[in-house]
């Protein structure tokens, strides 16, 4: 499984996210990044921040 908590890029921010592999993280932080986060849908461009921080759990 991965894991994302997006507190380690948005301090404050309590979300967390999990999936069977990083493309379901991802499908779930870009949502996350324009509906909580002003991102431009659909948010893909959150991709890059957020990778680095998917964890496996
Ligand atoms: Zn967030």
Known sequence: MKSFACGDIIPGCGATFTA?????????????????????????????????HIRTV
């Open 20 to 52: 069977a592999d990083e493309q379901g993280v991802l499908v779930q932080t870009r949502r996350h990044a324009v509906e909580s986060h002003g991102a431009t849908a659909p948010g893909t461009e959150s991709d890059v921040r957020v990778r680095p």
